[in-house]
Every structure is written in structure tokens, then in C-alpha cells.
């Protein structure tokens, strides 16, 4: 595969690693866009998963763990004109990244918020992640976990996210369509992609996840709130696809002041007048 | 600078031991919720239109309704800039303000107050609220007492109701003509006070009223920014910092910026790196307890070389500490915020025209070094405004350090000097990475330890030649010959200086640093002239003498600290000094 996204280097990811079919599902889903290059930025934040940006040709801001939603908003602040892409992991995005995730669905940024859910933690060593399901054994949680794991799409659709969607690395076009939809979806788009990690969780392994997920149909309607609400709480077998859409959200750039007039200049263009700094000043007399 | 002390002007008297300061002191105290702040802007605003020069502090509690909150403000012929103890006039709105402000009480002190309300030996009885329920409404009662002090002063009746009318008018004429009234009547008690009871200190002369702006720390850091072009500001609340950011909000529509209330500070400083990372020139303002939360984010600025500007304003700790207080306390948490070695600009504004400056300078020093920059004020400093002349807007700068990239561009180029050129993405045909990793120059993780990831340590560590040559000079005021050096940084300067204007102040000059890290080349010269070398601090351990002794080697002798959440007087100081 030679694409004008992928990055040619040595990849630090397990042989048989979810993330690489991750990585080329996203590649394709960018050449099918046929996005300008210069104009896209990958923003993530620690993990293996928030390694992505290095293995593509693009812009990219591989910042700390649990931290690429704000740089991400930061940089929609900055020029509203570039599209930002966020991949990161599970752990990242709804472990140490917890509270950004809430408040940045809450923000509603026009970004879109890519997470390999492999349902462990990789990069040190297979503890449980946020989303590990309930009995599996690690060497921390030697008992087998007890607490119930987040559902990012339940929690997404019950904060009224823009678009929240789930794919699987398994399902290729399915995943690649689910990509390319969020990207051009103005607001935040979650799109929870499962994934195995090959080293560390023996349970929910590549055929697992073929075997316990299906496809939704074309009947449902992604701006019933409620049937996706349901949905999402379905599991083995578990949805996938587009269940949410809200596209009536106010997007947070546009509501900044400096864009509410409709003009997407970016900040680094502008100029300020100093008469307009003078002016202020002179309330203070 | 030094502002000499003029015996003619000198208005009373006192029982204090040093000379009082310049001028008559003025202290208002009530419960949250009783319109201090509204006695205080209308005095402040009317005394300086009149043509006084005008200072105003306050202190409150951390609570919404209640407590006992006071301001202080000073009335001048001459500029007065600086927190004083003694109190000339005094006005408690109920007795639990009475018992906390008595200790600055003299033997002298008028002590204006409604009998019916509070229990205190030797005031002089104005029924405030009787007066303004004659006017419309027990209410109004600021008002009368805004007005008394107006009468005592000879305030111009005509400044006085043209500003109650400016400041009531969006409350309807009733509200406005009352407010008059009141004002009014106040005024009258105010001049009858002054012919019936001999009041001990003497009728202080108005200049010329002048264009003079009325501006507090707090709005001094924002348009400073503003000034150097500032276009975003990102930041979660927390006293005392707030009101830089409420004040940029204020702005937003009119100068074009980008305000956000993120969810908690370790959002705010990545968002903030985010933005600078797309060419943008964020603002964030915290206080400590906020900024604790920032330092995962300081360290990442340090590692992709971003710029970054922090408005630090100072507040007791450790943890929550004493919220509203002052204190110098987190010189250290600045300059030692973030793991690994990387270097940073510390900047410290002694006065409101030094924040303006500072603040806007503080954007083109991130940009050119791209380092973290942090602007370091307090509660006292933020809190604190009086009038200054006007500021020149043209004079500054707003120079800006980006490259439009090629296609081969790579973000950590190696230079010689160890600043690679700054692109961002969308700006020319190259691509802009950069990566909290370890990296090579085009941003890609490494692991070549002896290679290319030493070769980055390498260059972000010879940034600091250039940060360090290009540093601020301390600046020296009072005798070049000195044997006495005291040095001092943020917001003692004001006090410091009026504190040696009161003293004998032979062979004695004050050496202050607007930058605190890296220090100027020259300190260790000038430290070293000195044969006693004092610091004045507003911290338990002499943050930055310590500091000072690091970085030159030459000792302190002595050190003046203050850290019980409030600013030093002037005439502590002053005592201090005599006795140093």
C-alpha cells in the first residue's frame, strides 16, 4: 500500500496488532476524502494506539496521556479552517482523559475522536483499562476485574454528543465509511473502533469481536436519541455503526467571538488595530 | 524614581513612629453584600476626576455574603501607589468591621460611623442609613458616606452626581435621583463634619484634573497582553487570577479574542499549547493551586519547545491556603514546575504601567525563545489600582516568530544557537509535527540515545545562552554610591520605595528585578558593591534571595519577610529599615 498518508518507518507495534488495520482503515478513508494534507492535523495523547500520528504524513501534535482533547479544541481555537483527527486508546481517551472527554463533547469542537478500544492496557503491560470487561485477570487485578466498565457510547449519547458511532478493525468498509462520515459530520464525532491487542487480551481477540458484533441495519434512524440510547446499551452481540447524530449543536469555535461574524480567518492572520486597544483604554480614565 | 518626601504637603500628624506617608487614608469595612466596592469606584473615580491622585486596595474573605471586607484608599496631591497601616478616616458599616480594622486605628483617626448600628468609643455619629432611607431607601446608605467623604474633601459637587448619574443611569431615573440625593445629603454632613469637629489632618490640595487612567494590576496584565497581541485566553477560575480573564472576556467582541473556560487546568494549558501550536497567542491566568495542576503541561512546553504564557497571580498556599490573601509564595512552584531541564522566562511586575509592559513583552519573548513565560503577580498587586498616566500603545511591539514552512520542513531543526524555525500547520507546503517523546527534527520518537536524542537535550539546553543574555536588567533606584542594597521583586516595589522616601535613605538604593529568572548578568556586580545586601519579601523563606544567592553567590544579609496573607505597609517597611 503506497499512499501519500502512510509514513514509511519502523513501526513499534506487536505483529498482528489491531492498530495496524486501524491505521490503514484511516489511511483510506483519507485518500477516499481526498483531503488536503497540509490542512489536517493528528492530535494524540500517550499509548500505543496515540502512536498513529507518527506512522502517517501529516501534521500532528503527540502531546501528554489523556490530553489530546484539549490541544485538539485549542487548535480549532487557533484556525477553524484545518480538520483534526484525535486517535487514541481507551485508556487514554476514557481512563486519563476521562473529564476532557465528558467536557469536550460538551464543548463540541468540529473534531473527530478516534479510539482503538482494545479493552486493555498495552503499553504497560496488560492491566485493565476503563473499558476491560467485567472477571478478566491481569497481573493487577489478579482477582479478575470488579468494576463495571464505561460504555463511551452510552455515555456519549447521554451528553448529547454530535455523532457517536462504532466500528470494528475487522470490518473494513463498514469502518472506513463510519470514518469518512465523522470527519465531514460538523461537531464532535466519536468513533469507538474495537480492536484486539494480540499481547495482552486473550479474550476479546479478532475472532471474538467478529463473532460478538453485528452491523445495524439501514431501518435505524440515528437522530432517535432514545433507540440509540438502547442500542448502545446492547452487548454480545454489540452494534456497530452510526447509532447518534445531533446536527444541531452549536460548534465551539464558531461560538468564540472572534468567528461569530462568520469570518475563519485564522488567529496567526489577524491583525489588532491599536486604536482599538486605545479605545478601550479610555473607559479607564 | 524615588519619590522625595515634601515636608509642606506633609498632612498631619500621627502617633506613629516613621513620618506618615503622603497624603490621608481613607478605610471603608462592611460585610460582603454591604457596596464597599461601590463606595470605593465611586470615591476613587470622583477624588481622581477632581484632580487627587488616588489609591485603592481591598481586602476580603472567601466568602460570598458576610465576613468583614475593607478597602483602603489613600488621596494624594502627590502620586501615592502604596498599602499604608495608619487610617485618617474610617468608616465601619457594622460592628464586627469596627473590631477587625481597630488595630490601624490612631489616636487621630476620624471614626465616622451610625451610632445605632455599632458600639465604638470616639466616632463622630452619622446616621448613614436614617439619611438615605430620607432619601428613598436604606440603600442608598453607600452613597451618603461616598458623599461625606466628598463633603470633608471639597470634592466638586458637579464631578460627584455626574458620576452617580453615569454609573446608576442603566438602573432607571428613580434609582438615579435617589443615589443624588443621598449623595446630597452625605455631602452636607461631610462639610458640616469638617467646620463642627476639628478633624486632624489637613485639607490636602487637588492638581489640574488630567487624562490619567485609573487602571488596577488586573486590567494592567490584560491589556498588556492585548498589547502584545494576545488573541486567545483559556483559563478555569480561581481568585485572584480571575479577573485577568473576565476582563479579556469583556473584550472579546471588540479586540478579537478567543475566550474559554475549560474544565480544569490541566485542560486550559493544553488547550492553550494547542492553539500556539496553530499560530495562535494565548493568554492563560492562574493562581497557584491552579497552576500545581499546569505543570505536566509546563513540561510539555519545555519539550516541543512551544511557546507558552502563564499570568501567575500569587495567593497563600500550600493547597487551598488562604484563597483571597496575598502572598510571594510561588516563585519557586514558577521555576520549578515541569520535569526534565528546559528553559523559561520568570517576569515579575512591580507597578501597573511594569505589568502593561511585562505582559505584552511576555509574547514576543515565548515566540522568539519559544519557552514558557510566566508573569508573576498576587492578590495584592491584581487587587490594587491607582491613577497613572496614560499608556502609550504605540510604543509596543507585537513582533511575530513564524515561518511559512517547505516541503521539507522539520519542525526541531538543529541551528546553531538552538532555536529552529517555528511553522505551523496550514502555513506554506511543509508539515508541522511535534511530540512529547524524545524526537529527531522532524518530530519522529527516538530512541538513538547517544545520537539524535542527545543532540536534542543538547539544543534545548543551549537555548538558555540566548534567554539568559537577553534577560532584564534589575533596575537601580535611589544613591548609585550605596553601602545599603535592598532587593525586591513584584509588588513591594511601590512600598519599598515609599518606605525609603520616609527614611533616611543615604547611601541605601533598591535594586529591583522585573525578571527573576533567568537573572541579568549585572546582579552579581551590583549585589557585590553593597556591604549590607536586604531583602524584602512577602514570603516566609526569601524565595528569591535565595534564589539570588544561587545564581550570583554573593549572601543576603537580611531579610524582611511578611507572610500572614497581607501586603506589607509602607511604614513597616520603613520601620524595618530604620532598624536594618
Redesign the interface.
Given at each position: 500500500m503506497d499512499s501519500t498518508f502512510e509514513y514509511k518507518?519502523d513501526i513499534?507495534w506487536c505483529q498482528g496488532c489491531g492498530n495496524f488495520g486501524l491505521r490503514k482503515i484511516v489511511i483510506n478513508a483519507l485518500e477516499e476524502l481526498e483531503i488536503e494534507?497540509?490542512?489536517l492535523?493528528f492530535?494524540s495523547g500517550?499509548g500505543q494506539a496515540a502512536?498513529s500520528?507518527?506512522y502517517l504524513?501529516?501534521?500532528?501534535?503527540?502531546?501528554?496521556h489523556g490530553?489530546a482533547?484539549?490541544?485538539?479544541?485549542?487548535?480549532k481555537?487557533?484556525?477553524p479552517?484545518?480538520i483534526v483527527v484525535v486517535e487514541s486508546g481507551d485508556g487514554d481517551m476514557y481512563g486519563e482523559g476521562g473529564?476532557?472527554f465528558?467536557?469536550a463533547i460538551r464543548?463540541n469542537p468540529d473534531i473527530t475522536v478516534i479510539v482503538h478500544n482494545n479493552m486493555v492496557y498495552g503499553l504497560t503491560k496488560g492491566q485493565a483499562s476503563p473499558t476491560t470487561p467485567k472477571g478478566m485477570k491481569t497481573p493487577v487485578q489478579t482477582s479478575g476485574v470488579f468494576e463495571e466498565p464505561i460504555n463511551p457510547l452510552a455515555m456519549a449519547i447521554s451528553l448529547d454528543a454530535s455523532f457517536v458511532a462504532r466500528g470494528s478493525v475487522g470490518e473494513f468498509k463498514l469502518t472506513k465509511d463510519i470514518i469518512k462520515k465523522a470527519i465531514t459530520h460538523r461537531g464532535f464525532s466519536l468513533v469507538d473502533v474495537f480492536q484486539a491487542c494480540v499481547t495482552f487480551n486473550k479474550i476479546n481477540t479478532h475472532a471474538w469481536f467478529k463473532k460478538n458484533t453485528y452491523s445495524l441495519d439501514d431501518s435505524h434512524d440515528p437522530t432517535d436519541r432514545n433507540k440509540a440510547f438502547e442500542l448502545s446499551l446492547q452487548s454480545s452481540p454489540w452494534p456497530l455503526g452510526i447509532f447518534y447524530k445531533n446536527e444541531h449543536k452549536p460548534i465551539?469555535?464558531e461560538e468564540?467571538?472572534?468567528?461569530r461574524n462568520g469570518d475563519k480567518t485564522?488567529?496567526?492572520k489577524?491583525t489588532?488595530d491599536?486604536k482599538?486597544?486605545?479605545?478601550?483604554?479610555q473607559q479607564?480614565? | 524614581m524615588t519619590d522625595k518626601h515634601d515636608e509642606t504637603t506633609e498632612t498631619a500628624s500621627s502617633g506613629y513612629q516613621t513620618p506618615h506617608p503622603e497624603g490621608i487614608s481613607i478605610v471603608l469595612a462592611g460585610g460582603a453584600g454591604h457596596g464597599i466596592q461601590s463606595i470605593e469606584a465611586i470615591l476613587v473615580n470622583v477624588l481622581k476626576k477632581d484632580g487627587y491622585h488616588v489609591f485603592a486596595t481591598k481586602e476580603y474573605m472567601s466568602r460570598i455574603r458576610g465576613g468583614v471586607n475593607s478597602t483602603q484608599i489613600r488621596v494624594s496631591e502627590k502620586p501615592v501607589r502604596s498599602y499604608v497601616e495608619g487610617t485618617d478616616i474610617f468608616i465601619p458599616l457594622d460592628q464586627a468591621s469596627y473590631e477587625r480594622c481597630k488595630k490601624n486605628l490612631k489616636s487621630t483617626t476620624a471614626v465616622l460611623a451610625d451610632a445605632s448600628k455599632l458600639q465604638a468609643p470616639n466616632t463622630i455619629d452619622i446616621p448613614f442609613e436614617k439619611v438615605a432611607s430620607e432619601s428613598g431607601n436604606p440603600l442608598f446608605a453607600n452613597t451618603v458616606s461616598a458623599g461625606v467623604i466628598c463633603g470633608i474633601l471639597d470634592v466638586s459637587q458637579e464631578i460627584l452626581y455626574e458620576y452617580i448619574t453615569t454609573v446608576f443611569s442603566k438602573k432607571g431615573d428613580d434609582v438615579v435621583n435617589g443615589n443624588i440625593k443621598a449623595a446630597q445629603s452625605g455631602y452636607l454632613t461631610g462639610s458640616q463634619l469638617k467646620q463642627s469637629v476639628r478633624l486632624t489632618f489637613n485639607t490636602i490640595k487637588k492638581n489640574k484634573p488630567t487624562?490619567?487612567?485609573?487602571?488596577s494590576g488586573t486590567?494592567a496584565v490584560t491589556?498588556g497582553a492585548?498589547?502584545g497581541?494576545c488573541?486567545?485566553c483559556?483559563a478555569y477560575p480561581m481568585t485572584p487570577s480571575t479577573g485577568v480573564f473576565t476582563q479579556m472576556a469583556s473584550?472579546?467582541?471588540?479586540?478579537?479574542?478567543?475566550?474559554?473556560q475549560?474544565?480544569?487546568e490541566?485542560?486550559?494549558v493544553?488547550?492553550?499549547?494547542?492553539?500556539?501550536?496553530?499560530?495562535?497567542?494565548?493568554l492563560v491566568s492562574t493562581s497557584g493551586g491552579g497552576f500545581a495542576l499546569m505543570t505536566?503541561?509546563i513540561s510539555?512546553a519545555g519539550m516541543?519547545e512551544s511557546p507558552l504564557v502563564i499570568h501567575l497571580a500569587q495567593r497563600p498556599g500550600p493547597a487551598t491556603g488562604l484563597p483571597t490573601r496575598t502572598e510571594q509564595g510561588d516563585l519557586n512552584l514558577a521555576l520549578y514546575a515541569g520535569h526534565g531541564v528546559f528553559p523559561r522566562i520568570i517576569l515579575a511586575p512591580g507597578d501597573t504601567e511594569q505589568a502593561f509592559e511585562l505582559s505584552a513583552q511576555a509574547f514576543t519573548l515565548a515566540d522568539q525563545y519559544q519557552v514558557p513565560v510566566f508573569i508573576l503577580t498576587d492578590q495584592y498587586f491584581v487587587d490594587t489600582y491607582y491613577d497613572i498616566p496614560?499608556?502609550r500603545?504605540?510604543n509596543?511591539k507585537t513582533e511575530?516568530f513564524?515561518t511559512e514552512t517547505t516541503k521539507d520542513y522539520k519542525r526541531y531543526t538543529l541551528t546553531e544557537d538552538g532555536f529552529s524555525p517555528r511553522g505551523?500547520?496550514?502555513?506554506?507546503?511543509?508539515?508541522?509535527?511535534?511530540?512529547?517523546?524524545e524526537h529527531d527534527q522532524s518530530?519522529?520518537?527516538t530512541e538513538e540515545l547517544d545520537d539524535i536524542a542527545l543532540e536534542m537535550k543538547n539544543k534545548r539546553y543551549k537555548k538558555f545562552d540566548s534567554v539568559k543574555e537577553n534577560a532584564l536588567p534589575p533596575v537601580l533606584i535611589g544613591e548609585e554610591n550605596y553601602s545599603r542594597l535592598i532587593v525586591g521583586w513584584g509588588s513591594v516595589y511601590n512600598t519599598v520605595i515609599e518606605a525609603m522616601s520616609i527614611i533616611d535613605n543615604s547611601q541605601t538604593a533598591f535594586l529591583f528585578f522585573p525578571q527573576l529568572y533567568p537573572i541579568h548578568h549585572s546582579a552579581s556586580e551590583l549585589l557585590q558593591k553593597a556591604s549590607t545586601v536586604i531583602a524584602v519579601e512577602n514570603n516566609q523563606t526569601a524565595q528569591f534571595a535565595q534564589l539570588l544567592t544561587k545564581e550570583t553567590g554573593v549572601g543576603i544579609d537580611c531579610k524582611i519577610l511578611k507572610y500572614n496573607g497581607m501586603p506589607f505597609s509602607v511604614e513597616e517597611v520603613a520601620e524595618a529599615l530604620n532598624q536594618g
Open positions: 518507518t513499534a494534507k497540509e490542512k492535523v492530535v500517550i502512536k500520528p507518527q504524513d501529516v501534521n500532528y501534535f503527540n502531546g501528554l490530553r482533547l484539549p490541544p485538539a479544541a485549542g487548535i481555537a487557533a484556525n479552517n484545518l473529564n476532557h465528558i467536557h464543548r465551539f469555535e468564540l467571538a472572534v468567528y485564522p488567529l496567526y489577524r489588532r491599536p482599538i486597544i486605545d479605545s478601550l483604554l479607564k480614565i | 487624562q490619567s487612567l485609573l487602571l486590567e491589556f492585548l498589547a497581541g488573541d486567545s483559556f473584550f472579546a467582541e471588540r479586540a478579537g479574542v478567543a475566550v474559554e475549560v474544565e480544569d490541566i485542560g486550559v493544553n488547550m492553550a499549547l494547542g492553539a500556539w501550536y496553530a499560530g495562535a497567542r494565548p505536566e503541561g510539555l516541543i496614560q499608556i500603545t504605540e509596543i511575530r513564524i505551523i500547520p496550514g502555513f506554506g507546503s511543509g508539515l508541522v509535527c511535534t511530540d512529547s517523546d518530530a519522529r520518537i
